[in-house]
């Protein structure tokens, strides 16, 4: 686990997991609200399209953003607004996995949908409001 007491400190963390990112990576952001699943998202994102001044509005209310990078396509999901799984095919899921970068957020909500082989990034809030940060990786 890394330990972040500081958003600076979660944008780096972010950036340097972003410089390992495959072509085809799916990452699941876990956490509870406010947890800094947002922040970290962000990051990678910037990271990844070399842009530190990148507007990276929330999915929230769209579900789904993408962004154009030099290593792939990035798609950025936000699923806490989705009520039923069946929903994530109406909002390009499929072509998403099939041809880029893609963060979940609320990754529970995809129910059986849920990929298996991706990384998982757990954030938690521990104490003092420091964060804990812990990367899986999928196994083979």
Not at 49 to 76: K, M, N, W
Not at 99 to 125: D, F, H, M
């Amino acid at each position: 686990m890394i330990f972040s007491s500081t958003e600076a400190d979660t944008i780096k963390i972010a950036y340097d997991f972003a410089q390992g990112l495959g072509k085809r990576a799916i990452v699941l952001l876990e956490g509870d609200l406010g947890a800094g699943k947002s922040v970290f998202s962000r990051a990678v994102i910037r990271a990844l399209t070399g842009d530190e001044e990148l507007d990276v509005p929330s999915p929230t209310f769209t579900l789904v953003q993408s962004y154009e990078s030099q290593r792939a396509d990035i798609y950025h999901f936000d699923l806490y607004r989705l009520e039923d799984p069946e929903e994530i095919f109406e909002i390009g899921w499929e072509d998403a996995v099939s041809s880029g970068i893609v963060l979940v957020e609320w990754p529970e909500r995809l129910g059986s949908y849920r990929p298996k082989k991706a990384i998982t990034v757990q954030i938690s809030l521990q104490n003092s409001g420091v964060r804990g940060i812990e990367i899986n990786m999928p196994r083979e």
